[in-house]
């Protein structure tokens, strides 16, 4: 079984200062691990996934993740906010099962991000 | 390339009642999710289908059904409505060929049980 945890279900930066959104997952077998962006309104957009091939995944608009495996992390990071980055975004994990892959994402609660002028 | 369509955009019912939602993925995916967005509860899996089988399901009572078509629409059927299946109800579409998959999501189908 699969579960993630997104720590701070809001958080609230100054336009240009680091954005830092936390996620931690859970396991039992080598996760692929997915950050989507939620827009008012809209569905869920990929902003980035890692699937094993390199630790530092970059994303679209700026976003970056780092699988950390001794820390059951993938925390998402920008180092400029910009106002359009105004979102709901959302860690998800994915895991190959034992009888074969689960086809399913598991999200985490979300997180809010508020950007200030 | 078009993305993934969900019809209607949005819905509302009374309790008791039945409802069919609709999705059209990306040309070319041939396996489509089902997700339920609420405030209280987050994102929760309902089912993926994959060339018109279904090959995982959530946590869901069996009020939630699905199906998928041989062009690899699908449906999502909810019977008895209750309160509590007011959400925002969205689909994914992606090659089905891992769990490594991108999904793609669509804009989801709003419903409201009154």
């Known amino acids: 079984a699969q579960s993630v945890t997104q720590l701070g279900s809001h958080v609230s930066v100054s336009e240009g200062a680091l954005v830092l959104l936390r996620c931690n997952y859970s396991?039992?077998?080598?996760?692929?691990l997915f950050w989507y962006v939620q827009y008012p309104n809209q569905g869920l957009q990929l902003l980035l996934k890692?699937?094993?091939?390199?630790?530092l995944v970059k994303g679209i608009n700026g976003f970056e993740a780092e699988f950390k495996k001794s820390e059951t992390s993938f925390h998402l990071t920008k180092p400029s906010a910009h106002m359009s980055d105004a979102a709901e975004y959302f860690c998800?994990?994915?895991?190959?099962?034992?009888?074969?892959?689960?086809?399913?994402?598991?999200f985490g609660k979300g997180t809010l991000l508020t950007v200030n002028p | 390339k078009a993305g993934v369509t969900q019809t209607p955009r949005y819905l509302i019912k009374t309790r008791g009642q039945q409802v069919t939602l609709s999705c059209s993925p990306i040309s070319g995916h041939r396996s489509v999710s089902w997700y339920q967005q609420t405030p209280g509860q987050g994102l929760q899996f309902l089912f993926e289908?994959?060339?018109?089988?279904?090959?995982n399901k959530g946590n869901f009572p069996g009020r939630f059904s699905g199906r998928q078509f041989s062009n690899s629409r699908s449906e999502m059927n909810v019977s008895t409505l209750e309160l509590g299946d007011s959400a925002l109800y969205l689909c994914?579409?992606?090659?089905?060929?891992?769990?490594?998959?991108?999904?793609?999501f669509g804009p989801g189908t709003r419903l409201t049980v009154l």
């Open positions: 396991s039992s077998v080598p996760p692929y």
């Open positions: 994914a579409s992606s090659s089905g060929q891992g769990s490594y998959d991108t999904q793609y």
């Open positions: 289908y994959f060339s018109e089988t279904q090959r």
């Open positions: 890692y699937t094993s091939a390199a630790t």
């Open positions: 998800a994990v994915s895991a190959q099962g034992s009888g074969g892959s689960n086809y399913k994402l598991t």
